[in-house]
């Protein structure tokens, strides 16, 4: 049901409302003692977007500039170790780097998961949420090379191929479970049609849960455009003999430390998502769907790239431009540059519908 007209005020909470108070300039004269009182803001602004007072309490992900950085030194850096375990899959490996830092190397038994991986953070970049993917580079295995030359004999026994295309991914610390919020666990778990999360249904929600939602909100939208099943899609699909599912860890979603959500293993992502459309998006179509409030910014680049109609040509020049090895992997068919396209234009019409809804309550 939607409450139209009503609005929703999330109370800031006190340290935060003192903290505020006390800024100069800030708080109306006279009112001295009114320190500490709560003072509101609107999780959502025009309808549609999350305002900017909530988006500024995301907490921040990956500095692009430090990402750059990083990746620059992964690539000029020797792998020093290769240890199985602490990297998921028995395919995959925990690198040591010599400049110290860490990285998960993934390996694909199929090229395709490697050029999603290295596509879907491309596209991250391009719809300006990267920072929420841990920086990752794709790396040649060559066991006389300068790189690799170390580790050798764990090579020997990783059955990768020589000459393979590798992704290697920033490790990061202390990562934690992450189970999906209420509007997708509690309605999907009962059966009923996903409904959809609007600003006008945000009342009683703390700020720690519209915190998280912000960043679902994106994860759905680029979930959607890389048609990557395995997250939210392949735990609504367990629904069928796992009620429980959706109050179950998320597969390749963690929380970093400060709060902030991390979207790991993108392989799923243009490839081999697209491969498999037809069998998963009667699972992508209603999550899109599920979600009527976006971040302002995010739903700009979709509108943008929904008018120039250069999605992929986009896409390729940031992979150009900042992947050395893409040249290595190839970039997506002609079909999956259209399919690309189409799902910016079917997000996009999606946005338009969700502001038409809120300015006709
Ligand atoms: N960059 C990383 N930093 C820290 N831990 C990671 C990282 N990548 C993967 N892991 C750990 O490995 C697990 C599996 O990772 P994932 O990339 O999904 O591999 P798989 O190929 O097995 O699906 C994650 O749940 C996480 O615990
Ligand atoms: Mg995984």
């Not at 007209?5 to 004269?29: D, F, K, T, V």
């Not at 959706?246 to 993108?266: C, E, K, Q, W």
């Not at 893409?326 to 999956?336: A, C, I, K, N, Y």
Request: proline share 5%.
């Amino acid at each position: 049901s939607l409450r139209g007209g009503r609005c929703y005020r999330y109370q800031w909470p006190r340290l935060l409302s003192a903290l505020c108070a006390a800024a100069p300039g800030r708080s109306p004269p006279g009112q001295g003692e009114s320190r500490g009182a709560q003072k509101t803001f609107r999780p959502a602004q025009r309808g549609i977007f999350w305002s900017r007072a909530l988006e500024q309490q995301v907490p921040p992900g990956f500095d692009s500039q430090q990402a750059a950085s990083w990746l620059e030194t992964a690539r000029a850096a020797r792998v020093a170790s290769l240890e199985r375990g602490g990297c998921g899959r028995s395919s995959n490996r925990l690198a040591r780097l010599s400049d110290g830092s860490r990285a998960c190397v993934r390996y694909g038994i199929n090229p395709e998961q490697i050029q999603g991986e290295a596509l879907s953070y491309r596209l991250a970049q391009l719809l300006g949420i990267q920072q929420r993917l841990p920086p990752m580079t794709l790396a040649l295995v060559e066991a006389r090379g300068r790189q690799w030359g170390q580790v050798r004999d764990e090579l020997r026994g990783s059955h990768w191929a020589e000459g393979a295309v590798v992704s290697l991914t920033q490790w990061v610390d202390n990562l934690t479970d992450v189970v999906a919020p209420a509007p997708w666990r509690s309605e999907a778990g009962s059966g009923r049609r996903l409904q959809p999360l609007a600003a006008g249904e945000l009342g009683g929600l703390t700020q720690s849960q519209l915190v998280e939602l912000v960043q679902w909100t994106d994860l759905i939208l680029f979930d959607y455009l890389t048609a990557n099943f395995d997250r939210l899609v392949s735990n609504l699909f367990s629904l069928q003999w796992d009620p429980r599912v959706m109050h179950r860890a998320t597969s390749n979603l963690h929380r970093a430390p400060n709060g902030g959500l991390v979207f790991i293993d993108n392989e799923a992502g243009l490839v081999h998502g697209y491969r498999l459309l037809s069998m998963w998006d009667k699972y992508n179509e209603p999550l899109l769907r599920s979600v009527c409030i976006f971040r302002e910014a995010t739903a700009q680049r979709v509108r943008d790239l929904h008018r120039l109609q250069n999605a992929a040509s986009e896409l390729l020049r940031l992979y150009r431009t900042h992947e050395p090895l893409s040249g290595r992997l190839g970039f997506l068919s002609e079909q999956q540059a259209q399919l690309l396209q189409g799902r910016i234009d079917f997000v996009h019409k999606h946005i338009l519908h969700c502001k038409a809804m809120a300015t006709s309550l």
